[in-house]
């Protein structure tokens, strides 16, 4: 049995419109699609600029942080912190040694150190605000326990972050 070459050939869009049975419809146009409009002056005669898009741009752009991506992701990551020292796990209340009353405390982050196998290694973040420099003592109040302010990270600029060590002899 022979069979046919029209039966291979792959059928005309009329049969498809046949098959589905659409009516009304007609071949695609693969022309792209064109638009006209028509550029705004720069200036309008008074002196003012007409484009108020750029302008308004760049007060959303310092709202969100600063003209510059680094300066935006600082501020994000600062905001982040501080959602993250109200809500996290990690959240702790400390008192600094020496800078603060016994009866005052604030909020940090004390976050387990994973490329130490040692438990008593830990890593600090607070604002910069607070004041708190390498070689400080603060009392963790969770736990009763001292931990020294090890070693600053100088490639974190949005807030002060170091590792820090617990404190287990007084000299």
């Keep these: 049995m022979a069979t046919n070459p029209s039966h291979l050939v792959t059928p005309s869009f009329a049969s498809f419109r046949h098959r589905l049975n659409l009516r009304n419809i007609q071949r695609p146009n693969s022309e792209p699609l064109k638009l006209e409009f028509e550029l705004p002056e720069l200036n309008d005669g008074k002196g003012e600029s007409t484009i ?9 752009l310092e709202m969100a942080g600063g003209t510059t991506q680094q300066d935006r992701m600082i501020y994000d990551k600062r905001k982040t912190l501080d959602r993250a020292l109200i809500y996290s796990y990690q959240g702790a209340n400390i008192r600094i040694l020496g800078k603060m009353e016994d009866d005052h405390h604030l909020r940090a982050l004390i976050n387990p150190d994973k490329l130490k196998m040692d ?30 302010v090890y070693l600053q990270d100088l490639d974190e600029l949005a807030y002060f972050r170091s590792e820090i060590r617990r404190c287990r002899y007084e000299i």
Excluded: C
């Design 52 to 60: 108020i898009g750029i302008q308004n741009m760049k007060r959303r």
């Design 119 to 148: 438990y008593d290694d830990k890593i600090l973040s607070v604002p910069f605000e607070v004041g708190i420099d390498a070689g400080d003592i603060f009392e963790w109040l969770g736990t009763g326990s001292y931990w020294l």
